[in-house]
């Protein structure tokens, strides 16, 4: 089975930069999609960011221009970069598949950004 493990989150300041990093493992990582989903108390997970496999993205209006999303197939691992954080950028991020059906999801990894 696919298990995805988040990582990088972390406490910053409004500005501040962070590189989230998904661990993938279980299939072939090589021919998937990805994506990075955000969600926060009492919100539904926002697909903020996708990665075709050939890879080709997508960026939420939220998080166009301030964000990129790249993928290591060496590494498994799939990352989204964060530049110019703002508090509502605060959120736990998971990676998935882009389009449903989604695999099971990680733990997360809390992003949290100071006024």
């Known amino acids: 089975q696919v298990q995805l493990v988040e990582s990088g989150g972390g406490l910053v300041q409004a500005g501040g930069s962070l590189r989230l990093s998904c661990a993938f493992s279980g299939s072939i990582f090589s021919i998937h999609g990805m994506g990075w989903y955000r969600q926060t108390p009492g919100k539904q997970r926002e697909l903020v960011a996708g990665i075709t496999s050939g890879g080709s993205t997508n960026y939420a209006d939220s998080v166009k221009g301030r964000s990129t999303i790249s993928r290591d197939n060496a590494k498994n691992t799939v990352y989204l970069q964060l530049n110019s954080l703002k508090p509502e950028d605060t959120a736990v991020y998971y990676c998935?598949?882009?389009?449903?059906?989604?695999?099971?999801w990680g733990q997360g990894t809390q992003v949290t950004v100071s006024s």
């Open positions: 998935n598949t882009p389009t449903p059906p989604f695999y099971f």
